[in-house]
């Protein structure tokens, strides 16, 4: 059951992207200020369904639901709790929702803290950052989707977290790093104090 909220919050992030890539464009190109004040809500809607996702993911792996693909072919019983936690983003599925999860971060941070900021421009930022999304949410749930199941043939176990993973550097390396990269386009024009 809790595979299916996953994907269903996927699929609503997804549709919630589109609308965020759509509507407060629309808004900065006809100068109807109703439809840039979306630009926010969509972002923070956005951010909740992913984070769901990737909650619900993360509950797959710590309470060892082998019905999921991507639990049985990155964990196993007999995993630490932390190992299975950063088991999350051990595999190609995982790592990708973690990237979008750190993309949909900083939009939210980019509609909390641009208060000062003219509502055309934050919009279209906006806007731009939900395409991006789109193009993450739909590669995800086309072709790499974490939710996939191994129904009826559910294993007893799963096949193990990859040795070289089972260190303390890759449970706090990976976030830090996809936080840093996501983070990177849009910090690099900021002038630097002198």
Same mark, same amino acid.
């Given at each position: ?12 992030? *997804? @549709? &919630?992207? #589109? %609308?965020?890539? /759509? ?11 109703? =439809? ?59 790592? *990708? @929702? &973690?990237? #979008? %999860?750190?993309? /949909? ?11 000062? =900021? ?63 990269? #996501? ?12």
């Amino acid at each position: 059951m809790y595979p299916e909220l996953g994907q269903i919050a996927l699929i609503l992030a *997804l @549709l &919630l992207a #589109v %609308l965020l890539s /759509v509507v407060p464009l629309v808004g900065s190109v006809t100068g109807r200020d109703q =439809l840039l004040a979306f630009a926010r809500p969509l972002s923070a809607g956005l951010f909740v369904f992913v984070a769901l996702a990737f909650g619900l993911l993360t509950h797959a792996f710590v309470t060892d639901d082998f019905s999921v693909a991507y639990v049985a072919n990155n964990s196993n019983s007999m995993l630490p709790w932390y190992y299975k936690f950063s088991a999350v983003w051990g595999g190609h599925e995982g790592s *990708l @929702l &973690l990237w #979008v %999860l750190m993309l /949909v971060g900083w939009t939210l941070a980019v509609a909390i803290f641009s208060r000062r =900021l003219p509502s055309v421009m934050v919009s279209q930022v906006l806007s731009v950052l939900g395409m991006v999304t789109v193009g993450f949410l739909l590669f995800t749930i086309m072709t790499s989707n974490p939710f996939d199941r191994t129904l009826p043939n559910v294993p007893a176990d799963g096949a193990d977290l990859n040795p070289l993973l089972q260190d303390f550097g890759l449970i706090v390396h990976p976030p830090m790093l996809y936080m840093g990269y #996501v983070a990177s386009p849009w910090l690099l024009p900021l002038p630097l104090p002198r």
